[in-house]
C-alpha cells in the first residue's frame, strides 16, 4: 500500500509547484501565450501532475489547480495587467481541462509502469523549450517603431542602414566579418557613426568599447541571416533551460526541476524581447547557466564529463565577454574546497583557462589601442567609470527583469530573494553552495557598486545588460529554497512504496 503521508506530500508539493510554475510561465503570457496555451501548457501541467502525484484523482486535481490557480495569480501579479478575465477565462479554463485530462491518463500509465515517469518529464522539457522558442519567435516578429522587425534589425540589408542602436552596430561587425574586413578598424569606424548618428555617445578611446569578435566571427561564420542567428540563439537558450533542470534534479523533484526551466526559459523570452539579441552578455550568461549545472553535478557519477562540459562553457563565456571570466574564477574557487584528489590538481583546469582567457584579453586589447592610436587627438581626456553608487544597478537588474518578464516589481524581488537563498541553504555539499553563492550572491553584491558606464544613474533607469550574465543563473536556483523540504526531495516521487 501507498504511504498516506507521502501521498499527501506528494499531492501538495505538485499543486504549490504546478501553481508557482504556471503563475511564472503564463504571467503577462512571458512563455504561455494565445493559440499555443492549449498545446504547451495544458499538457506540460497535467504531465507534471502526474509524474509527481502518480495517482489518478489527486493528479487531476493538481493539474487543473495549478492551470486555474497559476493563472489566476498571475493575471493578479502581472504588469502591465491582463485583459478583463472575460477575455482570457475561457481559454484558461479549457486549458485546466485538457490538463485534467492528460494528469488522469497519464498517472494510470506511469502507475503501470514506474518508467514512464522519466519519459514525461523528457517530454515536460521538451514542452518548456517548445513555449520558450515560440514566444522568443513571436517577440523577435514584433513590429518595430521605425519599421521592420527585431529579427530584421539584426540581419541589416546593406552597410549604409542607419544606426539606430547597438544592436544596429553589433549587426553590421557581423556583416563586416562576412566581408572579410578587418574587425578592429570596422568597431572604431562604427562607433564614430555611432556617435554622429544615435543621440548619445560612446567612449571610443577605451578598449572596453571594443567588444570581443568571438561572438560575431561565430554568427557570421553561420551565414549572417536573421533566422540564423535566431536558430544559434534558441539553441543555446534551450541548452541554458535544460542545463536549470538538471540542476535542479540534483536537489529536487521532477516538479520543482521544471519550475526552474520555466524561470530561466521566461527570462530568456522576456530578454529577446526587451533587449539587444546581439548583446554578447546574453550569450555569455546563457552559458553560465551551462556553465553551473554541470559544475553541480560533475560531484556525480561521470564526474570528469560534466567537469569538461563545465570548464568548456565557462571559457566559451569568458571568450564572448571579458566578464565571464567570473565564471571561470568560480570554478577556480570550487575546485579549492575540500574534495578528492590534491587541490592544485583540482584546480589546474580552471587556471589554464583563466591564463587562456587572459591571454586573449590582452591580444584583444592591444589590438583595440592600436586602432585608438589612429583617433584624432581628444579635446577631454577619456571620462569612464564603472562605479554606481547607491546600488543603482542591482534596482536596475531587478526592475527591468520585472519588466521583461511582466511579473512586477514585487514579484521580481521577491524571486531574487529566493534565488539567493535558494543557492545558499540548498543540501548541496559546500563546493556546490560556494559556485552557487558565488554567482547568485556574488552578481548581487557586485550589482550594488557596479554598473557599465553610462547604462545606469541616479534618477534613471536602463536596461542593465551586465546583469544578464548572472540573473538567469540565480533565478534557475529559485526551486532550490524548497530543497530541504521531504516533499519536494528528489527520490520521493520515485520511490513511493505500494
Not at 85 to 96: G, I, K, Q, R
Not at 270 to 275: D, F, I, T
Request: with cysteine; proline share 5%; hydrophobic share 60%.
Amino acid at each position: 500500500m501507498r504511504d498516506a503521508s507521502g501521498d499527501s506530500n506528494r499531492l501538495l508539493a505538485t499543486a504549490i509547484a504546478a501553481a508557482t510554475l504556471i503563475a511564472i510561465a503564463a504571467v503577462g503570457q512571458s512563455l504561455f501565450f494565445g493559440p499555443y496555451l492549449n498545446m504547451t501548457l495544458a499538457p506540460l501541467a497535467g504531465l507534471a501532475a502526474a509524474v509527481a502525484v502518480r495517482e489518478r484523482i489527486g493528479a487531476t486535481a493538481a493539474a487543473a489547480v495549478g492551470v486555474l490557480g497559476g493563472s489566476l495569480l498571475g493575471a493578479a501579479i502581472a504588469s502591465p495587467a491582463w485583459a478583463s478575465p472575460a477575455d482570457w477565462l475561457p481559454t484558461v479554463a479549457v486549458a485546466a481541462g485538457i490538463a485534467a485530462v492528460i494528469a488522469f491518463g497519464a498517472a494510470a500509465v506511469v502507475a503501470a509502469d514506474e518508467r514512464a515517469a522519466r519519459l514525461f518529464s523528457a517530454v515536460c522539457v521538451v514542452l518548456v523549450l517548445a513555449a520558450m522558442c515560440l514566444s522568443v519567435f513571436d517577440r523577435v516578429n514584433q513590429p518595430l517603431a521605425g519599421g521592420g522587425t527585431l529579427l530584421t534589425a539584426i540581419a541589416p540589408a546593406s552597410d549604409s542602414v542607419r544606426i539606430v542602436g547597438d544592436e544596429t552596430m553589433f549587426a553590421l561587425s557581423i556583416r563586416g566579418f562576412m566581408e572579410h574586413k578587418p574587425y578592429y578598424p570596422t568597431m572604431r569606424d562604427l562607433l564614430l557613426r555611432r556617435n554622429v548618428e544615435l543621440v548619445g555617445s560612446v567612449e571610443t578611446r577605451v578598449p572596453m568599447s571594443y567588444r570581443l569578435p568571438t561572438l560575431y566571427a561565430l554568427l557570421a561564420a553561420l551565414g549572417g541571416s536573421g533566422n540564423a542567428l535566431l536558430a544559434a540563439l534558441l539553441a543555446l537558450a534551450s541548452a541554458a533551460v535544460a542545463s536549470a533542470y538538471l540542476l535542479c534534479r540534483r536537489f529536487v523533484a521532477e516538479q520543482f526541476g521544471l519550475l526552474g526551466a520555466v524561470s530561466v526559459a521566461a527570462c530568456l523570452a522576456g530578454y529577446a524581447g526587451g533587449v539587444r539579441l546581439l548583446d554578447s552578455e546574453y550569450w555569455a550568461g546563457m552559458l553560465g547557466v551551462v556553465f553551473l549545472a554541470a559544475l553541480v553535478w560533475s560531484g556525480a557519477k561521470n564526474g570528469r564529463t560534466w567537469l569538461f562540459v563545465s570548464l568548456a562553457a565557462a571559457v566559451a563565456a569568458a571568450l564572448i565577454r571579458e566578464l565571464g571570466i567570473a565564471f571561470l574564477l568560480v570554478g577556480a574557487a570550487a575546485s579549492l574546497a575540500p574534495g578528492a584528489g590534491t587541490r592544485l590538481r583540482r584546480v589546474a583546469p580552471w587556471l589554464v583557462g583563466i591564463v587562456a582567457a587572459l591571454a586573449v584579453y590582452a591580444v584583444h586589447w592591444r589590438s583595440a589601442l592600436a586602432v585608438i592610436a589612429t583617433l584624432p587627438p581628444a579635446t577631454e581626456p577619456a571620462q569612464v567609470s564603472w562605479i554606481q553608487p547607491f546600488g543603482i544597478p542591482l534596482a536596475s537588474a531587478v526592475w527591468f527583469t520585472g519588466v521583461f518578464m511582466k511579473l512586477g516589481l514585487v514579484t521580481a524581488i521577491v524571486l531574487f530573494v529566493v534565488g539567493v537563498l535558494g543557492a545558499l541553504v540548498s543540501p548541496a555539499t559546500f563546493r556546490d553552495r560556494l559556485a552557487m553563492g558565488l554567482v547568485a550572491l556574488g552578481g548581487v553584491v557586485v550589482s550594488l557598486f557596479f554598473g557599465a558606464a553610462g547604462n545606469v544613474g541616479v534618477g534613471r533607469l536602463t536596461p542593465p545588460y551586465w546583469a544578464m550574465l548572472f540573473v538567469p543563473s540565480l533565478l534557475a536556483c529559485v526551486p532550490l529554497l524548497l530543497a530541504r523540504w521531504r516533499g519536494a526531495a528528489p527520490g520521493l516521487t520515485n520511490s513511493a512504496s505500494r
